[in-house]
């Protein structure tokens, strides 16, 4: 095994010669390590979702628990949430299937080495490491099958090597002499990809690097008179904003990953943020993104809010999903952070009404920094999360039966739906915006249902990935994925596609009803993101991960053929490339092939994402 | 006849030993709604069609274009949607069915339901938007399933029903609205507020499921007991809900309708004959009474397994294609209505399959071949249970009692239609039938001939769809000069047969050549046909097989024939052609020249003179391009392209006897027939 240290360590003070300018306006920023260390094993779950120490587990009360101490949850009882997932997924105690509790160095398979390039890589200064656990852990993102991997065996191929390039100059190296030796390069931010990006495809004969980019996290200045930060782009959601933070400021951008995620993955997929609303999704947050090509660096020569020089250079790289090159340096909006904060929750007869409500808040353009609309399913869950005893609705009812008992008489409680709302502004601000976001809510049927329920909603968000791993140990398979649609078509989407994979999963013999529910998770003027979960017992099932993906496939037909997209911010990775030519017609791949022909004519970056055709073997 | 038998139940046992008014007022218990519907009530629905986006943007489209203003339009769309909607309320219902009952108890013996169906239809409400699509053989059916679905606790029907049917009986038009009927006019093709407002009229209450939809794929009800050719508009209107995404399915459950008697046979005999008919009115009900002493047998309501669309239209379209446009507009692809197509012709045909053979029907097929002659209860007895057998080789059902002696089976149904048949010496011949008070009696004694002989037609036609593919392979066969018959030959006069039968039989397109394997297969296997390589034996393959099953369809084909000679005997005048004609018109000149070649006795099937098969005849030709068209006041004018239709005449001549006529004589003194019967 060999490790080295970069010069340029964002805990040294080294740094090199471009990685900073500097300038009397700009702030530079005092670093601190990243959240993500290089040998992520030692804090991050190797074979599942998060941090090593929080996880649910079955107590020896029979309850679950919530392990750890950094959530909200964690160290809790949740007494209703066993019961919850018998009712729901037909889950039994007495049927476990454990995950393999290690995949050892004989089951890696080894390396593919490509001397020439080692034998100048080891010249450069530049850290790296054929560790094979290292190796396994920049195999893959999280969708299910890749859970599965590395519950059950191991991926067929692995990176030959990990890299940890401490800075632009570093990366434009790297690409240099990948270039030079034909060797090919997969970069990985946060690693918390859902569409098979990371994988490596399983014909590659030249040796694969791992382009690590979580130590390159630096905040380089800040511009608090044109409100820019510039900003290296392996730094992870958490850091970026506590940095921020601590000098007044945030770029709001808070999609659901982002403990682990990275402003460089955002960019290469085109990430959505939860308070869009306010701050915008990434493509509205970037001002400037510096891309290192094997043709060499794309830039603009100028930080501007807006121009018109042809079609925008940005938009090649925002969504390219590391097919072109690698983001290295960003320049992002920044923001005071607001002095309110505030939560709320609103709660409807029925879904319908609520996707009435958002659509007109989304139409008045009040819309406060998030909402979101859980369906009655959802909404059930939720408080079979909850970590006080008590029926399930009890604990919800205490909330809001104050002023609205009586009113709420007339709600079915297996079918209403909830809102969460975030409100950030000032004071003032948040007081009109809620006035207007309840006041149009009233007209839909919609009730105020406490600050206490919305905040849950969010917290859940970051809590509810976590599920997924407990649910393996008790034959359940589950994941997420989502869409955007037009308004008028949103209720019609939600309904068949859950009819959908209901009547799929009936049709394969699945003995057990699946759970399926769904989130309207952004409003936009003219359409809204849709959230799915799906999850179902397979205790009976030879081959869980292609029923899975059957089901997921005519799921996504379904939502095609409802006028929803392919994507609306997870990308496309490799599990989706067969919508892609119809996505964006046959020029379209076209155009898209043609810019990676340009700038990687060796198909350096061959992740096999996207554009890439399937080589053949 | 039993309470139960296989699979069916009698649902008029428990009504005749229990009182009818409790019935009426029983609780309905656990009714099957679907599981997303909203409840509405007919007036909001009403309500939402004419708020609906699709009416309004046809509404602002139509004043555009016609320099009105908007509110004028609305004015008329909300005046067709009065014509148009139902208002079913259950009091009505349970009001009506008190009536019903009694007269159902009247009518027939019993009424035999599968239970299997029943059940399936508690289990798919629930789930899936439905769409019931029974056969339409008589304004009973309407009455029929409302009541079944009354009976077993099923939420009732929405009837699509036919306004020109009620328009003039006021009273029973307004009762049936009460019952879920909604009434759509025949034709309004080019109409698109009246499009616009039908179709969201019929999507919205699918799409929210509020009842279970019926409407008739035939159109029309079937006056000659054959199925029709299915009409395409309503069910494409429905469907588009689904090719839009609208909802995530709609299951369409054939039904298939089988009487022993139908009630309106006399009726629909002097129709095909072109006698004027009543005018349907309150008075005709009520004189309809007379019937209730009548004896019309049992009723067979067999429901199909259903037909999901999404099943059904999997790979052969993309919905996607639909997301460019706001779904309001009409828009349906070629494929789409493609599948829609094909779609109804698979209904019609599950329908054809689970209907219930009345051993009657296998009678009058035999009754038809010795109409002339007459023939013994003996032989008829022998002759139906041979018929029988071959029918249920065929995959039909046949309803023939398992413990009773065929003798006495084929006397009870003699004496089920003494209208139209004696039994004098054990000898059964036709009597003449009585026409009703109300239509013009005429002292026609070919007309009143052919009357009786279409009703037993109609009876015989029941059985016609089982045999029509082995019978077109037997027509090439008994016409055939040569020893052996190609296999290429023989499909190529299949072919031409069911081009020209199109319109009388209904034939899947696309489906041809595995029909036609299909009906080889069972020639050969039923001992009809002898095959060697590469063609048929024909002398082998003249058998009683083939000989019958020509037979029964020979008077199509001369009918055809007559038809073809009236066209030859028209005499050009505008640039060679003859002077275009309207459908019916031509129809009634060549039902006068089959008059008088019957008269003559060079023809013997009073088939001929059928308007229906004659009209039928001509839309095919028309089809065939052996008749030029031109479009006068929205309706077709025809002339004949005279090239075309005598290749067409000599074609038929090939499979049939024709007598041999100086057809241009015949043709002039047909004309001035015409004309003095006119003044």
């Known amino acids: ?617 | 006849m039993a309470h139960y038998k296989d699979g069916y139940e009698d649902i008029l046992e428990e009504r005749r030993h229990k009182s009818d008014l409790k019935y009426c007022v029983k609780q309905r218990k656990d009714v099957p709604q679907y599981k997303y519907r909203k409840r509405r009530s007919p007036e909001e629905v009403k309500e939402h069609v004419i708020h609906s986006d699709r009416v309004k943007y046809t509404v602002e489209k139509l004043a555009d274009r016609l320099h009105v203003t908007q509110e004028a339009v609305r004015r008329e769309a909300q005046s067709i949607l009065d014509e148009m909607a139902h208002s079913l309320n259950l009091k009505a219902v349970r009001g009506f069915a008190y009536f019903l009952i009694k007269i159902f108890k009247s009518l027939f013996r019993r009424i035999y339901v599968n239970e299997e169906g029943v059940r399936q239809l508690h289990r798919l409400i629930h789930e899936y938007p439905v769409l019931l699509m029974p056969t339409h053989r008589s304004y009973m059916d309407f009455l029929l399933i409302s009541y079944i679905f009354y009976e077993y606790d099923l939420p009732l029907p929405v009837i699509a029903a036919a306004m020109a049917d009620f328009s003039n009986m006021k009273f029973f038009g307004w009762l049936l609205r009460q019952c879920g009927a909604f009434y759509i006019r025949r034709s309004f093709g080019t109409d698109e507020l009246y499009w616009a407002i039908f179709t969201e009229y019929v999507q919205t209450q699918l799409r929210n499921g509020d009842q279970p939809m019926e409407f008739f794929v035939e159109g029309t009800r079937s006056r000659t007991s054959k199925s029709y050719t299915p009409r395409i508009g309503m069910l494409a209107a429905a469907l588009e809900s689904y090719f839009k995404a609208e909802l995530p399915d709609v299951m369409i459950v054939p039904i298939s309708i089988s009487y022993d008697r139908i009630l309106e046979e006399s009726l629909y005999a002097f129709e095909l004959l072109g006698i004027p008919k009543p005018k349907e009115s309150a008075s005709g009900v009520f004189k309809a009474r007379s019937i209730l002493s009548e004896d019309f047998g049992c009723v067979h309501f067999f429901i199909a397994d259903a037909i999901s669309i999404r099943q059904f239209s999997t790979g052969h379209i993309d919905r996607v294609c639909h997301a460019l446009e706001p779904r309001y507009i009409n828009n349906l692809t070629k494929e789409e209505a493609e599948l829609t197509t094909q779609l109804a012709f698979q209904i019609v045909r599950e329908q054809q399959r689970h209907l219930v053979i009345s051993p009657w029907a296998i009678m009058a097929a035999i009754l038809m071949q010795s109409w002339e002659t007459g023939i013994s209860v003996r032989q008829l007895v022998k002759e139906s249970d041979w018929l029988k057998r071959q029918a249920a080789n065929m995959g039909a059902y046949v309803d023939w009692p398992g413990n009773t002696s065929p003798d006495s089976v084929v006397r009870h149904y003699l004496g089920l239609h003494t209208n139209i048949l004696a039994v004098s010496d054990d000898m059964v011949m036709p009597r003449l039938v009585q026409p009703s008070a109300h239509v013009k009696v005429q002292n026609d004694h070919v007309m009143l001939n052919a009357a009786t002989n279409i009703i037993l037609s109609s009876y015989r036609n029941q059985l016609m769809h089982v045999f029509v593919r082995v019978a077109m392979v037997s027509l090439s066969i008994n016409g055939c000069m040569q020893d052996c018959l190609s296999m290429d030959n023989l499909y190529s006069q299949y072919c031409f047969l069911e081009k020209i039968m199109a319109r009388d039989f209904v034939f899947q397109p696309g489906h041809t050549r595995a029909d036609f394997e299909q009906a080889l297969l069972m020639l050969q296997h039923s001992g009809g046909l002898c095959a060697s390589d590469g063609g048929v034996l024909v002398k082998k393959s003249i058998t009683k097989h083939t000989t019958f099953y020509s037979q029964m369809f020979e008077p199509f084909l001369l009918a055809y024939w007559v038809l073809c000679q009236h066209l030859l005997s028209m005499s050009g005048s505008v640039h060679g052609r003859p002077l275009p004609r309207r459908l019916k018109d031509l129809a009634r000149d060549a039902q006068v020249l089959g008059k008088r070649l019957v008269e003559q006795e060079a023809i013997k099937h009073y088939e001929v003179l059928s308007l229906d098969i004659l009209g039928n005849g001509l839309a095919t030709l028309a089809s065939m391009g052996a008749m030029y068209k031109d479009k006068r006041n929205e309706e077709n004018w025809l002339s004949p392209n005279h090239v075309m239709v005598s290749q067409i005449a000599q074609q038929l001549a090939a499979f049939i006897e024709v007598p041999a006529v100086q057809v241009t004589q015949e043709a002039c003194k047909s004309i001035r027939v015409v004309l003095t019967a006119k003044i």
């Open chain 1, 1 to 617: 095994m060999e490790t080295r240290i970069c010069c340029c360590q964002p805990e040294t003070s080294l740094r090199c010669e471009n990685c900073a300018s500097k300038d009397a306006n700009k702030m530079v920023i005092e670093q601190q390590p990243s959240s993500i260390p290089k040998r992520r094993q030692e804090l991050l779950r190797w074979n599942g979702w998060g941090y090593k120490d929080s996880k649910f587990f079955i107590n020896k009360n029979s309850h679950m628990e919530f392990t750890g101490e950094r959530y909200r949850l964690s160290g809790k009882e949740m007494p209703g949430f066993r019961d919850w997932m018998i009712a729901t997924t037909g889950l039994s105690l007495d049927h476990k299937a454990p995950a393999q509790q290690e995949i050892t160095a004989a089951e890696i398979p080894s390396p593919i080495v490509n001397e020439s390039f080692m034998e100048e890589l080891k010249r450069t200064s530049i850290s790296f490491s054929d560790d094979p656990q290292d190796r396994v852990f920049r195999a893959h993102g999280h969708t299910l099958h890749e859970i599965f991997v590395l519950r059950e065996g191991c991926f067929q191929r692995i990176p030959d090597l990990v890299t940890w390039p401490g800075c632009h100059d570093d990366v434009v190296k790297l690409v240099e002499l990948a270039s030079k030796h034909n060797v090919v390069i997969i970069p990985i931010g946060g690693g918390t990809s859902v569409t098979g990006s990371l994988m490596c495809p399983e014909n590659e004969k030249r040796m694969i690097i791992s382009l690590d980019t979580t130590q390159m996290a630096r905040i380089l200045w800040i511009d608090e008179k044109n409100l820019t930060a510039r900003i290296e782009a392996g730094i992870i959601g958490q850091d970026l904003e506590r940095c921020l933070g601590e000098k007044g400021y945030c770029t709001g951008h808070e999609p659901d990953s982002m403990e682990f995620s990275s402003l460089g993955g955002w960019v290469a997929t085109r990430a959505s943020g939860m308070k869009k609303n306010i701050y915008g999704n990434i493509e509205d947050l970037v001002v400037h993104i510096k891309t290192v090509t094997p043709r060499g660096v794309i830039e603009k020569s100028c930080q501007v809010p807006r121009i018109s020089a042809g079609p925008d250079i940005h938009h090649f790289i925002l969504g390219s999903e590391g097919t072109l090159g690698v983001v290295t340096e960003v320049t992002m909006k920044i923001r005071p952070v607001p002095p309110v904060k505030k939560y709320g929750s609103i709660v409807f007869p029925d879904f319908e009404s609520g996707v009435k409500c958002l659509h007109e808040i989304a139409k008045q353009r009040c819309a406060p920094a998030s909402i979101r609309l859980m369906d009655n399913e959802q909404f059930q869950f939720g408080h079979a999360l909850k970590p006080e005893g008590g029926t399930i609705f009890t604990q919800f009812l205490e909330g809001i039966k104050k002023l609205y008992i009586t009113k709420i008489k007339g709600f079915d409680l297996t079918k209403i739906a909830v809102a969460t709302l975030l409100f950030e502004g000032s004071k003032e601000d948040v007081l009109a915006q809620e006035k207007k976001v309840y006041e149009i809510a009233s007209k839909f049927g919609g009730l105020p249902g406490g600050e206490e329920n919305g905040l849950r909603g969010y917290m859940l968000t970051f809590v509810i990935a976590y599920i997924r791993d407990i649910g393996f140990d008790y034959y359940i398979v589950a994941e997420s994925f989502e869409t955007s649609a037009p308004w008028d078509r949103v209720l019609d989407l939600c309904r068949n596609t859950k009819d959908r994979i209901r009547r799929e999963v009936k049709e394969r013999g699945v003995q057990f009803p699946p759970y399926v529910t769904c989130r309207v998770t952004q409003t936009y003027d003219a359409g809204a993101a849709v959230y799915f979960y799906f999850g179902f017992n397979y205790r009976g099932q030879h081959n869980p991960v292609a029923l899975y993906e059957d089901i997921e496939h005519k799921a996504r037909e379904e939502i095609l053929a409802n006028g929803g997209s392919v994507s609306h911010h997870h990308g496309i990775g490799k599990v989706r490339k067969q919508y892609l030519q119809k996505t964006v017609s046959e020029p379209g791949v076209g155009m898209m092939r043609a810019v990676k022909h340009y700038l990687d004519p060796q198909n350096v970056f061959g992740n096999g994402n996207l554009m890439i055709p399937d080589s053949k073997l």
